[in-house]
């Protein structure tokens, strides 16, 4: 029975880990402690310790309770592409890249999230160079990354 016990402990801490290795994580909290619900809004806004809900082993923020509530009850919808790390690297680089949480792009009811930094606004690249087309090569990448991250 012991060995039984270590091996389910085991078992779900490696699910854990690589979980958590496949979701950009940044100051703790996954998307940087933004609401992910108000993304769907048209806002990026800063989620509150008041309101933190732990979704598969992830932590996460959220500026309301209205907003706690809708991503509890239907959390896929809300959950960020590509772990949440900036689809436009994930499409040029298949690299998991760190974001600015408040550029994002809320398209066929999905959420992506760019990185923006020292005159790196990758957001106006991907607007640029073809959503359409890269949502494509990110998705290929987004793949190979998890498959990578499996082993």
């Known amino acids: ?26 100051n703790s909290f996954g998307a940087a402690g933004y609401d992910l619900v108000s993304y769907f809004e048209g806002k990026a806004s800063k989620g509150s310790d008041k309101y933190l809900y732990t979704y598969e082993g992830i932590d996460f923020r959220f500026s309301s309770n209205v907003n706690l509530d809708k991503f509890k009850n239907n959390s896929s919808k809300y959950l960020p592409q590509y772990g949440g790390w900036c689809a436009y690297a994930m499409a040029t680089t298949g690299k998991k890249v760190t974001i600015n949480p408040k550029r994002f792009e809320v398209r066929d009811a999905k959420l992506f999230l760019f990185y923006d930094a020292y005159f790196n606004n990758t957001y106006e690249e991907w607007i640029e160079e073809g959503p359409e087309k890269l949502k494509i090569k990110a998705d290929k990448n987004w793949i190979e990354v998890l498959k990578r991250n499996s082993r």
């Open 1 to 26: 029975m012991k060995s039984i016990c270590i091996y389910i402990l085991f078992f779900t801490s490696c699910l854990v880990k690589a979980q958590s290795e496949n979701i950009n994580i940044q």
